[in-house]
């Protein structure tokens, strides 16, 4: 019987004991990760040795033409071209260096380009603010981005009477606000000196100026940075700089930036939007959304360029730069309001109804509780869609703005740096500073990423 | 707090479409009262406008756009200068963001007649070319026969081409791009036999390419192109200004008043000259300026030849000839009326 | 004892202000007023301004006679007779070729580098993921100006072309392949590869439900290579060869004869589907490493090859997790392919929004059915992917 059975199945059952193997030569140290990890079979070495020969044939024709046979210094194309040279020519780097200023500033006056580097300088700070964890005084930091950087921006960039009556405007509400908050923070310990009914809270025992000081940071802020351009505007000038001689990476930047600024508050409101009970409230926002994300970046740019002008009175006629910044901002809002979606669905019901549960209406629920943790979560979504973004503002190019990628372009049809090298170079430099600029954001998010994991872990 | 912060933003707002706060009064005394002409003009040909590397600019429209503001502010500089593409040109104008588009524009009857625009002249009769590589060796147009040609699109070149290689039976490739600089670049790169816009065009964009000498201009001109300044339709007011800024430009060249000689002139027996300089009759003040508009116009900016010369003819780096663009009187089509 | 009292407590007759219902439909209509009101003012200003502008406004120009001449065309289309009408077909066809292509290429590319990223092949995984990295952060447009002006441009002129086996030229007008023609008999040759095509998809159909019910295996992929390779060649031998080749030649400036693929079209196939396929790639990495580990070391110990495993357990449920991004790839491929207009490629937008827009004036009419088209892919790619989503899906149980 049990024979039977065995007999049937022989395939699997094995009678005799196999021949011992030999010892395997090593399954430690170089040689054996070399042969786990390249010459594992058949088809792995023959993948191996065709990915070997492709790197070995493409690296070095790379590192020579744009390092070893390269050029790095020249005034115009002859410094670039082989005949004049004598010696094979590889990229051409005397050109980027030739025409970085173009590529930074794009026709801004040069006697004005100081300005563009302060907004340059308060950009970085304010980036530096926001994505390092361990800065201080985060809220701080997100008003000075969200708002103080782009009318600062908007002032020293544009300049001329409109900016500087917007200026002063901006300087006396802040003083007056200023004012109602000196007195706010003198007056009860004033009243409270003269009644006698002192109220010692901890707050009270505080000298007044820091009493001043830390609630009202951000006006105090705001202060000094009206102030300091106005001292600026006094002493230097800002005259007006015309939209239409911006360019480079300046408009690059802006557009970014602006794309930022925009589309996160857009973002939450259309978010929350779409998770409302409000049907009305629901279906439009359902509509922009996949409306805006139904169709390429290209036509809302058309539309913008082209539309936009129709829909306002024509006494209000957009300038050329806001058309496309106003497109790609609400462009860049329906793709941050799904990713911010996403984070709203991740919170479980209990913190919705632990908010709730303790009183809190719609909006304190959602400022206190549920967005600082949905927002937190979809941080990589959020950057992710911010190098989308960015890379899609070369898209204006299209439309007519001089961003980086485009004053590349337009150096390229120049005679004077006219040689068979000049494109690679001008393509490797732009890819260079695109490449830096996405993967460094690319690695942030990932690093945030990690660090939420590790909050999870426990 | 948030309050101040969304009014803060209202003023930016409002402030960053100050583009063309305008009350609905003439456009001259809109003009006026801002101080400064704005004028469309090309986003860069040689000769007809381009800005130089500190952003001034220069060219035959450009002198047109610098002798209104002559007129009008008695200082050519108060002109604001928006390089518009071909593709953005007329919805910028229809739009007021421009007063007036001086930037090499064919005109035509549609365009006449359909955008609700008017054309105050013609600055330059062109029409349209060809340019070849010398080495493929041929001397006509009709020996095109199956080339690769680039154009730009959304010009009336698109069509005329189209319409040339029809009527002549011809096959051929068009490759159209968006941008007059990416068309140039393709044909030099040699994706295109041949490249076809304006004749003055071509001029201008041979000069971008790396061996300007290395191409030549077919003699064809397969279509009329005169080329004029635009405005909008409904100030005549300011189209009258327009119209007769390039009139007394004509005028003056025709009657040898130029920057040189001015002041001597100022000082002639003859009436048409006095008439012109304003010295006699009040022709300025009927269109809304001085008297003495001419003169500030010849003064700043010299007369039509000397703009001619110094932009796109003997004195440049095109050496255009004057050609269909001479006066009247040696044998070309540029006439003016009489200023009487 | 006292008696509580049991009466329920009323609760408090909240003012109308504080019910959140009444809120509600307070909110509401505010937005409906506001999005009304922007709409109104945006469509009256418009009509204000066109008729200001003396645009003629309508949709009568679709059939008006278009005048200008498109090198691609998947329809007739000529300078003499055609509409804007026409354009618009061409212009969408060009867009519709070069995204289902694009969607093709790019999904064998985005899967084969997503599985090389996890291959064990050290050298491998690294260039795939040289690859996603330096692709997935660079401008599309970047890539594109570089495929079309650093690549394709450089490329001989006609007359010397760069030679590539079976008479296919290669220069800067484009690739030119040869023009096979039927003569008499040959359609048999097609009649017989369709037939081939069917029978090869009928076998497999019968081959799995016979391994379904049997477990026995049959080699498929050969039986399926004779029917539709070997059998139309035997035809075509037996038949006496009746397809000849109308070989490229130089005529005047441009090769003649044979299929001429514009180097437009090249650029801006190569360039959407490496772009796309590093995103496909990373959706398919993330696909396969969220099946879990048991499952491939399930598949190995039953005994199956590494290739098995990879087909027939890991990939069928790494689907699931792939095929919702795999849809907005797809989508995203599509409305990419409108950056045509920067390098010259006659698709949608640089034909309708490009130049018939500029030849009508009537940017209204023509952007918004730009965008109308878009939306419907949109929509019509979403609802397949759903579809075949929810079939997926419902494998799980």
């Known amino acids: ?458 | 707090m948030n309050r101040f912060v969304s009014a803060a933003l209202a003023v930016a707002a409002t402030a960053a479409f100050a583009g063309g706060a305008q009350a609905q009064t003439g456009l001259l005394a809109q003009v006026k009262s801002r101080g400064q002409l704005i004028c469309g003009v090309g986003p860069g040909l040689a000769g007809f406008g381009i800005p130089d590397a500190q952003g001034n600019w220069s060219g035959l429209d450009v002198d047109l756009c610098r002798a209104i503001s002559a007129a009008v502010f008695n200082d050519p500089a108060k002109v604001k200068f928006i390089p518009l593409s071909s593709k953005d040109r007329f919805t910028a104008l229809q739009s007021g963001e421009v007063d007036l588009l001086s930037r090499n524009t064919t005109w035509t009857m549609s365009r006449d007649t359909s955008l609700g625009l008017n054309f105050a002249g013609v600055n330059y009769y062109d029409g349209q070319g060809f340019m070849v590589r010398k080495k493929l060796g041929i001397d006509s147009a009709l020996k095109l026969a199956g080339a690769s040609v680039c154009t730009q699109q959304g010009t009336t070149t698109e069509l005329n081409l189209a319409d040339f290689f029809r009527a002549n039976k011809l096959k051929y490739e068009v490759v159209a791009f968006a941008s007059a600089d990416e068309t140039i670049k393709a044909y030099e790169s040699g994706r295109c036999d041949a490249f076809t816009t304006d004749a003055s065009g071509l001029y201008a964009e041979r000069l971008k390419l790396g061996v300007p000498t290395d191409h030549i201009v077919l003699p064809e001109i397969i279509s009329k192109e005169p080329l004029g300044p635009v405005v909008r339709h409904g100030d005549d007011t300011w189209l009258d200004i327009v119209k007769w800024t390039h009139f007394a430009m004509l005028n003056a060249e025709e009657l040898g008043v130029t920057k040189t000689n001015l002041d001597e002139m100022l000082k002639s027996e003859n009436p048409e000259i006095k008439r012109l300089l304003g010295t006699e009759g009040k022709f300025g003040e009927a269109v809304g300026l001085s008297n003495d508009w001419v003169v500030r116009i010849v003064k700043h900016v010299g007369n039509y030849g000397e703009s001619f010369e110094r932009n796109v003819g003997a004195n440049s780096l095109l050496k255009i000839a004057r050609g269909q663009n001479a006066l009247w009187t040696k044998g070309g089509l540029q006439y003016a009326p009489p200023i009487r | 004892m006292t008696t509580i009292p049991t009466e329920p407590v009323q609760p408090g007759k909240a003012s109308l202000l504080y019910d959140p219902k009444i809120r509600g439909y307070v909110y509401q209509l505010a937005l409906l007023a506001v999005v009304g009101f922007l709409i109104y003012s945006a469509a009256s200003n418009a009509i204000e301004n066109l008729r200001a502008q003396k645009i003629a406004s309508g949709f009568g120009f679709w059939h008006n006679a278009a005048g200008f001449d498109v090198n691609q065309k998947l329809i007739p289309f000529s300078a003499s007779g055609s509409t804007y009408g026409q354009a618009f077909w061409v212009g969408l066809l060009n867009t519709l070729l070069v995204a289902s292509i694009g969607i093709v290429l790019a999904t064998f590319l985005g899967f084969f580098v997503g599985v090389a990223r996890l291959s064990s092949n050290w050298i491998l995984a690294k260039i795939a993921m040289v690859y996603v990295e330096v692709i997935r952060n660079l401008p599309l447009l970047l890539q594109l100006f570089f495929w079309y002006n650093a690549v394709l441009k450089p490329l001989p002129n006609p007359r010397q072309s760069i030679e590539l086996p079976a008479g296919i030229l290669l220069n800067n007008r484009g690739l030119y392949l040869p023009d096979p023609q039927l003569e008499p008999g040959g359609s048999l040759i097609v009649l017989t590869f369709l037939l081939g095509l069917v029978g090869a998809i009928t076998f497999r159909y019968w081959a799995r439900k016979q391994q379904e019910a049997t477990g026995k295996q049959y080699p498929v992929g050969w039986i399926a290579l004779g029917l539709v390779v070997v059998l139309p060649f035997f035809v075509y031998l037996l038949m006496g060869r009746p397809i000849t080749f109308i070989y490229p030649e130089l005529a005047g400036f441009n090769l003649r004869g044979g299929i001429q693929i514009f180097p437009e079209f090249v650029a801006l196939l190569v360039g959407l589907t490496t772009y796309t396929a590093a995103f496909i790639a990373e959706v398919v990495r993330a696909g396969i490493l969220a099946v879990s580990k048991g499952q491939s070391e399930a598949a190995h110990a039953l005994g199956l090859r590494p290739g098995a495993t990879l087909k027939l357990v890991v990939i069928p449920q790494a689907m699931r997790v792939i095929i919702p991004p795999l849809t907005s790839n797809y989508l995203n491929l599509t409305k990419n392919s409108s950056l045509a207009v920067a390098i010259g490629y006659p698709d949608l937008v640089q034909v309708f929004t490009g130049t018939v827009l500029n030849q009508t004036g009537q940017a209204v009419e023509v952007v918004a059915i730009t965008m109308a088209v878009y939306l419907t892919i949109s929509l019509v790619t979403s609802l397949f992917m759903n579809i075949y989503n929810k079939r997926m899906a419902l494998v799980e149980r």
């Open chain 1, 1 to 458: 019987m049990t024979d039977a059975t065995t007999e049937n199945a022989a395939f699997f059952v094995r009678r005799e004991t196999l021949p011992q193997e030999a010892a395997p030569l090593s399954v430690a140290g170089p040689l054996a990760w070399v042969r786990a990890n390249l010459f594992s079979g058949p088809v792995n070495t023959i993948l191996t040795l065709v990915c070997a020969y492709i790197v070995v044939t493409s690296l070095p024709e790379i590192i020579r033409f744009y390092f070893l046979d390269a050029v790095w210094t020249g005034s115009n194309r002859d410094a670039c071209l082989a005949e004049k040279v004598g010696r094979p020519v590889g990229a051409c780097w005397a050109y980027v260096a030739d025409r970085f200023q173009y590529f930074v500033y794009g026709s801004y006056p040069v006697t004005q380009r100081w300005r563009v580097n302060i907004v340059f300088a308060m950009f970085a700070l304010g980036v530096v603010w926001l994505l390092w964890n361990n800065a201080p005084l985060k809220k701080l930091g997100a008003f000075f981005f969200f708002v103080l950087l782009p009318i600062s921006a908007y002032i020293l960039l544009l300049g001329g009477p409109g900016a500087q009556n917007l200026l002063r405007y901006l300087i006396i509400a802040t003083v007056a606000l200023a004012g109602v908050y000196m007195v706010l923070s003198f007056a009860p310990s004033l009243l409270g000196f003269y009644t006698g009914a002192a109220q010692l809270a901890v707050e009270h025992e505080l000298p007044p100026w820091k009493r001043f000081y830390r609630p009202k940071r951000l006006i105090l802020m705001a202060l000094v940075a009206f102030g300091l351009i106005a001292i600026l505007d006094q002493s230097i000038g800002l005259p007006r700089v015309d939209t239409g001689l911006w360019g480079g990476m300046t408009v690059t930047f802006l557009i970014a930036a602006v794309g930022i600024v925009f589309s996160l508050p857009l973002g939450v409101v259309l978010a929350l939007g779409r998770r409302s009970r409000l049907p009305i409230i629901q279906l439009l926002s359902v509509i922009f959304i996949e409306f805006v994300r139904g169709v390429p970046l290209i036509t809302v740019l058309f539309m913008a360029n082209t539309m936009l002008p129709l829909f306002v009175p024509q006494e209000w006629s957009p300038d050329r730069l806001l058309r496309p910044l106003v497109g790609v901002a609400l462009f860049a809002a329906a793709y941050m309001a799904e990713v911010i979606r996403g984070g709203l669905q991740a919170i479980p019901k209990g913190q919705y109804e632990g908010a709730m549960s303790l009183g809190l209406g719609y909006w304190n629920m959602m400022r206190l509780i549920i967005l600082p943790q949905a927002l937190r979560i979809v941080i990589p979504g959020i950057v992710n869609t911010f190098i989308g973004l960015f890379k899609d503002t070369t898209l204006v190019t299209i439309v007519g703005i001089f961003d980086f990628l485009r004053t590349i372009e337009a150096t390229l049809v120049d005679p004077t740096w006219a040689t068979p090298t000049t494109r690679a170079t001008g393509y490797a430099f732009a890819a260079i500073f695109y490449f830096l600029c996405c993967w460094g954001m690319s690695r942030y998010s990932i690093s945030v990423e990690r660090r939420l994991a590790a909050g999870q872990r426990r």
